[in-house]
């Protein structure tokens, strides 16, 4: 079995050098028609004849692409190290485990289709920064689970609220519900209301200390050490109508929540390397899902996010 993993795995390297684990990740620049993964879709998907035509169809032409040679680099640098598959390759037998690579964005990405091409970003790893344990695919900071803004790993997606702890330096594979910290992260209450989830949003932004833990929204990534991440994906229960020829940006937002796998999910996770480009190579596991809470918006209130400066 550990060979034939290994096999599989050093595979899965060569021919694409993607985020592992179970259902696997699309190479870099590849979009998932099955939901919508990007915003920068969605000044097209406006202008089709019907509503699930707008969140199935394939990226504009017009959209900005990486190229080929800039494709290989990204599959390159995303390429997970051997020692670091022969070290977890029992616990990557297991569902609902994976291992991937995440790198910084440092302010590189400047806009959908622009890109930060001073001597400061010539390391930066384009759609790498982000990334769904959800789906087990990079994805924007819109659909994160975590992504690598900066220095620091953020839990800060659209429409949700992320709450990360340091756990310490604790084996994963050991790592359990009742582990020292987990017990409160288990137990957080999500948001009832739009009002309820800003205000926790603020919160996390601060940080929330209990027994000598910290549960906030963002923490500077530290090798050899293990996290967890509570990210409630909330739903939305206001109902649309028929969408209209034009709309704007914000109601896409809303509207593709529908095609977003919307759970509350509890990952934990270890930062196992730390690569000269600046990339986090990351193992992680799912240790509980459920379906997330549904928030209404008051007939009349206007639908916003919960952080509007950032989305």
């Known amino acids: 079995m550990k060979n034939y993993l290994l096999g599989v795995l050093l595979s899965s390297v060569m021919l694409g050098g993607f985020a592992l684990g179970q259902g696997g990740t699309p190479p870099p620049g590849q979009e998932l028609e ?40 990204v599959t390159q640098l995303r390429a997970v190290n051997l020692a670091d598959l022969e070290r977890f390759h029992t616990l990557l037998e297991a569902a609902n485990t994976g291992i991937m690579k995440i790198f ?4 590189c990405a400047a806009s959908r289709t622009v890109v930060n091409v001073s001597e400061a970003c010539q390391a930066f790893v384009p759609e790498s920064s982000d990334f769904s344990f959800r789906e087990n695919v990079y994805t924007t900071d819109l659909y994160h689970d975590i992504g690598f803004h900066g220095h620091d790993l953020v839990s800060t997606a659209f429409f949700s609220n992320g709450i990360i702890v340091e756990l310490g330096n604790v084996d994963i594979e050991q790592v359990s519900p009742t582990t020292d910290g987990l017990p409160y992260l288990l137990a957080f209450k999500p948001a009832g209301n739009p009002t309820e989830a800003k205000e926790l949003m603020a919160r996390l932004r601060s940080g929330i200390f209990d027994g000598g833990f910290r549960y906030a929204e963002s923490t500077r990534p530290t090798v050899n050490t293990t996290y967890a991440v509570r990210n409630i994906a909330y739903r939305l229960a206001n109902s649309f109508g028929p969408a209209p020829k034009e709309m704007p940006l914000n109601e896409m937002k809303f509207r593709s929540l529908a095609f977003d796998k919307r759970t509350d999910q509890v990952t934990v996770f270890r930062i196992v390397r730390r690569d000269a480009s600046g990339g986090l190579t990351v193992v992680w596991k799912q240790l509980r899902t459920s379906d997330a809470p549904k928030l209404r918006f008051n007939k009349g209130e206007p639908l916003t996010d919960f952080r509007e400066e950032l989305h």
Request: glycine share 2%; proline share 5%.
């Open 34 to 73: 099955t939901r919508m993964a990007d915003l920068r879709d969605l000044e097209s998907l406006a202008r089709q004849k019907s509503e699930l035509d707008r969140f199935k169809q394939k990226p504009d032409a017009a959209r900005a692409e990486l190229d080929r040679k800039a494709k290989l680099r």
């Open 104 to 107: 910084p964005d440092d302010g």
